[in-house]
């Protein structure tokens, strides 16, 4: 499942409007305005970066592991993920 489609079903689970995940967001000390919001959840713009990811799946109670990988395979190239994968398992 791609980034956006993650985000926008953890958002619709978790039953929070984009401005109360965006509060719940500040009390942890990550700013996010609910447009950017927005926009991540319909493609709009690049997945953000990973420490909003954290925070993201955090307050939306998802794993944020998937979530984190999805948003890396969206703006890293595949070579560069397969090369990774690769000397890792070296």
Do not use: W
Request: proline share 6%; hydrophobic share 40%; with cysteine.
């Amino acid at each position: 499942m791609k980034y956006d489609q993650m985000l926008r079903q953890s958002i619709r689970e978790a039953d929070l409007s984009l401005a109360q995940i965006c509060r719940r967001l500040q009390k942890k000390g990550t700013r996010l305005d609910k447009a950017i919001l927005s926009k991540l959840q319909n493609g709009k713009c690049p997945p953000a970066k990973d420490e909003v990811n954290i925070a993201l799946a955090e307050v939306l109670e998802m794993d944020p592991v998937p979530f984190r990988i999805a948003a890396v395979q969206e703006v890293v190239p595949s070579e560069l993920i397969h090369l990774i994968k690769e000397t890792h398992t070296r």
